[in-house]
């Protein structure tokens, strides 16, 4: 089994979430998506809506019989991306992990806690975003791992890590930071973050 990992805050989980998963489905012959919704983003000072909101919200928002919204992070004790995969790999010894996140993440993936030991356990699946794409392929990990690039995105499932492919799919702007920005996170069956809906 080929599983895709996408971690992030989901805060909150919206319809580019949705787009790049079931992208990443067809184009990646992966055969489920966990999404692994974060207690918390290191790289952010603003924390993020209660994770049992955030998850909750995901599973209205991402309804796919080949997807499951998890909070595997904070039931694994773990708090970073190398430690998550490296957890999963133990636990899961017989699936094959590939890492799934926008190219606005590959941008910054230097920043990440041992950034260069996610690409050595898994294959990573970068997938376009508006106004990031030559940014990501000029970022400092591509340029690093550029010898591991492979050319499509059916090749990754069963690519020996490193090995990560950069995926043009249709472009959705939605942004989790303007939905919170225009005060829609929420209004739409979700107690916004810090207040008590009883």
């Known amino acids: 089994m080929v599983i895709g990992l996408l971690g992030g805050s989901f805060d909150p989980a919206h319809e580019g979430h949705v787009l790049?998963?079931?992208?990443?489905?067809?184009?990646?012959?992966?055969?489920?998506?966990?999404?692994?919704?974060?207690?918390?983003?290191?790289?952010?000072?603003?924390?993020?809506?209660?994770?049992?909101?955030?998850?909750?919200?995901?599973?209205?928002v991402m309804r796919h019989p080949k997807v499951?919204?998890?909070?595997?992070?904070?039931?694994?004790?773990?708090?970073?991306?190398?430690?998550?995969i490296a957890r999963l790999q133990a636990i899961y010894p017989g699936v094959r992990f590939v890492w799934l996140m926008g190219a606005d993440n590959l941008v910054q993936l230097h920043r990440w806690d041992r950034w260069q030991e996610i690409l050595r356990r898994v294959p990573v699946g970068i997938l376009a975003r508006p106004g990031w794409g030559t940014r990501a392929r000029l970022s400092k990990a591509a340029q690093v791992f550029r010898g591991a690039r492979?050319?499509?995105?059916?090749?990754?499932?069963h690519a020996v890590a490193?090995?990560?492919?950069?995926?043009?799919?249709?472009?959705?702007?939605?942004?989790?930071?303007?939905?919170?920005?225009?005060?829609?996170?929420?209004?739409?069956?979700?107690?916004?973050?810090?207040?008590?809906?009883?």
């Open 20 to 60: 790049i998963t079931t992208e990443a489905l067809k184009r990646m012959g992966l055969d489920q998506v966990w999404w692994l919704v974060t207690p918390g983003n290191p790289l952010k000072a603003r924390q993020p809506a209660p994770l049992a909101e955030r998850i909750a919200f995901g599973k209205k």
């Open 68 to 84: 499951r919204v998890t909070g595997l992070e904070a039931a694994l004790g773990t708090r970073f991306t190398a430690a998550t």
């Open 150 to 157: 492979v050319g499509r995105g059916e090749h990754l499932a």
């Open 162 to 198: 490193p090995a990560w492919v950069f995926v043009n799919l249709p472009m959705n702007d939605a942004s989790s930071s303007a939905i919170r920005a225009r005060g829609e996170w929420g209004l739409k069956g979700t107690a916004k973050p810090g207040i008590d809906k009883a």
